[in-house]
C-alpha cells in the first residue's frame, strides 16, 4: 500500500501513537526493504511479510491508544534473551512499544532479523 492509505489510516490516532508507528516502520523496513507492506483498516494492523498470504507473515504494527504492539507472526520460535515478547499464543507473540527509546532497544531488532532469518531458511 502506499503512504497516503497508511495517513489515512493512521488520522485516527495521537501524534505520539502516529510517531511510533512510522519510527516501527522505519526500523522494520530498514530490516526487511524488499517486504510488502499491507494496510488493512478493519483489522487496524500494517503488515509485513515476502508474499500477500498469512503464512508469509513477518510482522505486524498494531497501533492503539497510548502504544504500539509489534507482533512476530512466528514470536514462539525466536529467540528472546532479553524477554522481550509477551503472549501466550501458539505461535504470535508481541513486544509492546510505549516509547521511541523501545524501538531503538537492540533486542528489538535482534527479533526482527530473527524474524526474517525463520521466514528465509
Keep these: 500500500m502506499n503512504n497516503a492509505s497508511?495517513?489515512?489510516?493512521?488520522?485516527s490516532y495521537s501524534p505520539e501513537v502516529h510517531q511510533l508507528v512510522m519510527t516501527t516502520r522505519a526500523l522494520v523496513l530498514e530490516?526487511?526493504?524488499q517486504?510488502?507492506?499491507?494496510?488493512?483498516?478493519?483489522?487496524?494492523i500494517i503488515?509485513?511479510?515476502?508474499?500477500?498470504?498469512?503464512?508469509?507473515?513477518?510482522?505486524?504494527?498494531?497501533?492503539?491508544k497510548s502504544y504500539v504492539n509489534l507482533i512476530f507472526s512466528q514470536g514462539a520460535q525466536l529467540p528472546d534473551p532479553q524477554g522481550l515478547?509477551?503472549?501466550?499464543g501458539k505461535r504470535a507473540r508481541?513486544?509492546?512499544?510505549?516509547?521511541?527509546?523501545d524501538i531503538d532497544a537492540s533486542g528489538v531488532r535482534s527479533l526482527l532479523e530473527a524474524a526474517v532469518a525463520l521466514m528465509t531458511h
Aim: proline content about 8%.
Design 6 to 11: 497508511l495517513e489515512e489510516f493512521l488520522t
Design 31 to 33: 530490516i526487511i526493504p
Design 35 to 44: 517486504a510488502i507492506e499491507q494496510v488493512d483498516p478493519p483489522s487496524k
Design 47 to 64: 503488515a509485513y511479510g515476502f508474499g500477500l498470504k498469512y503464512a508469509d507473515l513477518i510482522c505486524v504494527i498494531a497501533p492503539y
Design 85 to 88: 515478547l509477551t503472549g501466550t
Design 94 to 101: 508481541h513486544v509492546r512499544i510505549k516509547t521511541i527509546t
